[in-house]
């Protein structure tokens, strides 16, 4: 019964992964990417991650999800077939294409591999779960708190730095960038110099089209 | 296992460096909302300041250690000279790339204090990344370090070229982060732990662990693939082919002193944890003989990428209209001879890579720094942009002259020196030769990058003078001057350094 329901996961995952991949519109993107979460958590349950499943559940398929749908909705990112009237391949250059499945089909035959040669061979009997699943709460947290206390919080520094990564990256400039190189503006441009140091046509435009969503 | 209070005590005087660091990006941090509308060089200040006070205590840490038993912090960071050498290596270019950051005339004065930080951050990234055994602990210092640099490249998003660089390395550093991810992960399954030193078979681990003898003999396979995915990761951060696709683009966008960094801070880390990673695991004297031959067999594959690194980045830097793009194919030749030494296998090979870094230091930082000078000046980064500046900006002209040469690797520089210790690894009797070819690849790779950096000293003197003058940059030029002249001191002066380089390797018992 539950290697019925892992074989049927497994292949759920995999199956919405590609759905990931192939889907036109990124709203079905990311309901398959929400469906391979969820197959996901089932698996981690399955072999006794009680924990992980859950969290599994609360931050890919609960926060990270919701924050995906709403960045796409509020940018009103459709299909581009849809949106700009035309209907293009998926994947232009069938060799290419390939390319990219032969390394795939590679890494994952070396993942397989793997498994096969160490994993398969030294598998311990199937075991009866302990009550509170392979990894109880209590234990996790002796171990991150404990053991791993200083990855602890290199994490938090690492969280830091991408906090204000992500607002340097994703602040405006109050202030317009002529002044910011002020030894270029003073020079007249000359033609042949691609200006650099003011944003050009398109960036003013996706300016105005942001403002107009915000507003 | 439950720390004691007394333990954490202890290992938190342990990391003091560390702390430091942190407690003074932090304070950059707040100081940036406090003083609003100021002039951000103060900060600027703060932060070489905190970065000469955590010297001085590595400087300390380094006197007290150097015995055969290292002492580990939270069972995590080891306190070993090696991680004391990359860690003095660290803040002394962070330092001058500060100072870059606050001298060039092409960047804001005020509200850039997250441009400190984010560097700082980056330098705590690499102080995890070179001073831990544990591959969890490297993996979170490597992504430290490379969200910090992704957002530092995009510093000027409104700049397009620098939007793009930061966009072309965010995604080329996840995918290279999931490779070596994907290839410990592997690790991690077949040896039952994430210490090298218990993978090595050296130390106890705790729970149910296999050495990596046992995983070599039992499924070569797995530990291959795994192998060759954690070395994708390590050569992304070293921008060694075949992953340096990321490196001209975003060298270029960036601004110059993010560029520097890139070039010395960080590449000297993915140098710093590559070394330790392949000593521990293959090198102590403690591992088995199965061990020490498949480090010899890695060593291989490195000779190999050595060679395709420093053949393409010469290749290509030598059709570079641009003076900084050229700057970023060289750095990856650089890798590539930096490499010749890793190849080797031996511990006089890691000596002299990591002296090669300090020379590198030395020339890189150098020919950084006077292009920022004058792309300050002209706007421009174009070889044509040079012309005939030289006789307007003579001293530090003639510095960047100093700096080619030694970059090229000729007499009297330092640079010669480090490419002399090099070969003399990869010519170690004990290797039989097997490496000829490859200091013969690198000969003759040092002789094709003499032309491209040639070129920019044409263009400075060899051209009718300029009719622009340009504004005198003391600061900058005296530090220039300095570089330039231990540059060619200390090729007459080397011994202590090389003695240096050589008490800094204390990974192994030989």
């Known amino acids: 019964m539950a290697n019925l329901l892992f074989y049927l996961m497994a292949t759920l995952a995999t199956v919405c992964a590609i759905g990931v991949v192939v889907a036109r519109s990124p709203v079905v993107s990311v309901v398959s990417l929400l469906g391979s979460f969820a197959s996901l958590a089932i698996i981690y349950l399955l072999a006794g991650y009680q924990f992980l499943a859950a969290v599994q559940i609360l931050v890919y398929g609960g926060a990270v999800m919701v924050l995906f749908l709403f960045t796409i909705m509020l940018l009103n990112l459709g299909d581009p077939a849809v949106i700009h009237g035309e209907s293009e391949p998926l994947f232009h250059h069938s060799r290419r294409t390939l390319l990219g499945l032969g390394v795939a089909a590679a890494v994952g035959a070396a993942g397989l591999i793997a498994i096969l040669r160490v994993a398969w061979s030294a598998m311990p009997q199937p075991a009866e779960l302990p009550e509170g699943g392979l990894d109880p709460l209590d234990q996790l947290a002796a171990s991150m708190f404990t053991h791993y206390s200083l990855a602890f919080e290199a994490a938090s520094v690492l969280l830091l730095a991408t906090a204000v990564g992500v607002l340097v990256l994703a602040k405006r400039n109050r202030r317009p960038t002529a002044e910011v190189f002020p030894r270029e503006s003073q020079q007249p441009a000359t033609p042949s110099s691609p200006p650099t140091s003011t944003p050009s046509a398109g960036a003013q435009g996706q300016e105005v089209a942001e403002e107009g969503v915000l507003s | ?510």
């Open chain 2, 1 to 510: 296992m439950f720390l004691t209070g007394d333990i954490h005590a202890k290992s938190l005087g342990l990391l003091a460096p560390e702390l430091v660091l942190v407690a003074v990006s932090l304070l950059i941090l707040v100081l940036d909302l406090v003083w609003k509308e100021r002039d951000s060089s103060r900060l600027g200040w703060i932060s070489i300041g905190g970065l000469a006070l955590t010297s001085f205590l590595l400087l300390l840490a380094f006197g007290r250690s150097g015995g055969p038993e290292h002492e580990t912090a939270f069972a995590l960071v080891t306190i070993d000279r090696f991680g004391i050498f990359f860690k003095l290596f660290t803040c002394a270019a962070l330092a001058v790339v500060i100072f870059f950051v606050m001298q060039d005339r092409r960047e804001r004065k005020s509200h850039i204090g997250e441009y400190y930080f984010l560097l700082l951050g980056a330098a705590i990234g690499i102080f995890f990344m070179v001073g831990t055994n544990n591959l969890l602990l490297l993996v979170l210092g490597l992504e430290l370090l490379s969200l910090a640099s992704y957002s530092l490249a995009g510093f000027h998003k409104a700049e397009r070229r620098s939007a793009e660089a930061a966009m072309k390395y965010v995604i080329f550093g996840g995918l290279s982060a999931g490779v070596m991810v994907y290839g410990i992960s592997l690790l991690y399954g077949l040896t039952g732990t994430l210490d090298l030193r218990v993978m090595a078979g050296v130390a106890q681990g705790e729970g149910v662990t296999r050495s990596l003898a046992q995983a070599i003999t039992e499924s070569p396979g797995a530990v291959a693939i795994a192998m060759v995915m954690i070395l994708g990761g390590f050569s992304y951060k070293m921008s060694v082919a075949p992953f340096h696709f990321w490196a001209p683009d975003v060298y270029e966008g960036a601004p110059t002193p993010v560029t520097t960094f890139l070039a010395v801070g960080s590449k000297a880390a993915g140098f710093g944890a590559l070394l330790r990673f392949l000593a521990v695991l293959f090198q102590d004297g403690g591992a088995a003989e199965a061990v020490r031959a498949y480090g010899l067999q890695v060593g291989s594959l490195l000779a190999l990428l050595a060679a395709v690194t420093m053949t393409i980045g010469n290749l290509a830097a030598m059709r570079q209209e641009s003076v900084k793009r050229m700057l970023a194919y060289s750095s990856v030749a650089h890798a590539g001879y930096l490499l010749v030494g890793v190849a080797a296998m031996t511990s006089e090979g890691f000596e002299a890579a990591m002296f090669y870094l300090v020379a590198y230091y030395l020339m890189n930082l150098g020919a950084f720094g006077v292009l920022l000078y004058f792309s300050g000046e002209t706007g421009e980064e174009t070889f044509d942009s040079l012309d005939g500046l030289g006789y307007k900006a003579p001293l530090i002209s003639v510095a960047m002259v100093v700096f080619l040469i030694s970059l090229t690797g000729l007499p009297p520089m330092i640079g010669f020196l480090g490419k002399w210790k090099l070969i003399q690894a990869a010519m170690d009797p004990a290797l039989d030769g097997r490496l000829l070819w490859l200091v013969i690849c690198l000969v003759l790779n040092s002789v094709v990058s003499l032309y491209y950096y040639l070129r920019v000293a044409k263009h400075l003197f060899l051209k009718q003078p300029a009719e622009r003058s340009v504004r005198p940059a003391p600061a900058l030029t005296g530090l220039l001057v300095v570089l330039a002249v231990l540059n060619v001191l200390l090729l007459a002066y080397a011994r202590p350094l090389v003695e240096w380089t050589s008490a800094s390797f204390d990974l192994i018992l030989r």
